[in-house]
């Protein structure tokens, strides 16, 4: 069966522009959730969704926003985008309604997203 | 606060070794996540535990609940097994917090 799918592998991008990202998780899967990784920081969390619905939030501006589909496909979207939001951006979808999750997380491949 | 810390942050092994990689946290956790990650960025769920003790094949993970630690063991490592190794601990708020990281290199 097919694992998460993010879109695009890689993008570059100008100071002040905005970018949107995609994932597609696992068929029957409804929980998506978005991590950045950096260097210097490492992976941190940024948003759940669940059935549409954000159920968690990481510690990251509102320039940095998320949306997910019926279909469970999730979108994040950074807004004036900053050099030091150069970065792995990765999804994971589980299964079920719990967190954490029963069955653990599957996690895409990710974007890699480099400001100019 | 919520924190997360991983030991060692750098090991180096021969193939056949016993690895131990660490992982504390600071308050109750309500699971905690071990990750694999390959060079290019492509990350595993190895297991994810809440009590005692999970194997899957050479790796086996443990975790103590009241002295708020867990471990992850490879017996018989191999180069194969050179990844950069993550816990993520699940805390009550349901919010993951990341370990910084183990880079695991085995040598034949």
């Known amino acids: 069966k097919a694992g998460v799918t993010q879109t695009p592998r890689y993008l570059i991008k100008t100071r002040g522009q905005q970018v949107t990202l995609s994932c597609s998780p696992i068929s029957g899967h409804r929980s998506v959730s978005w991590y950045q990784q950096t260097p210097g920081q490492g992976l941190q969390f940024l948003f759940e969704?669940?059935?549409?619905?954000?159920?968690n939030k990481g510690n990251f501006p509102g320039r940095f926003s998320g949306r997910q589909f019926s279909n469970s496909r999730s979108e994040m979207n950074v807004s004036t985008l900053e050099l030091g939001d150069s970065a792995l951006y990765l999804c994971?979808?589980?299964?079920?309604?719990?967190?954490?999750?029963?069955?653990?997380?599957?996690f895409g491949s990710g974007t890699r997203l480099t400001v100019v | 606060k919520n924190e997360v810390e991983q030991s060692p942050q750098n090991l180096t092994a021969q193939e056949g070794e016993f690895i131990t990689i660490n992982c504390s946290y600071s308050v109750g956790i309500s699971a905690l996540h071990w990750l694999q990650q390959h060079p290019g960025g492509g990350i595993v769920s190895l297991f994810m535990?809440?009590?005692g003790k999970k194997k899957h094949g050479r790796l086996i993970a443990t975790i103590n609940i009241q002295e708020k630690h867990s471990s992850l063991h490879i017996t018989a490592s191999h180069p194969r097994d050179s990844a950069v190794y993550i816990c993520a601990a699940v805390f009550n708020t349901d919010k993951l917090i990341f370990g910084t990281g183990t880079r695991l290199q085995v040598f034949p």
């Open positions: 535990l809440s009590s």
């Open positions: 969704y669940f059935s549409e619905t954000q159920r």
């Open positions: 994971a979808s589980s299964f079920g309604s719990r967190l954490p999750p029963s069955y653990g997380y599957t």
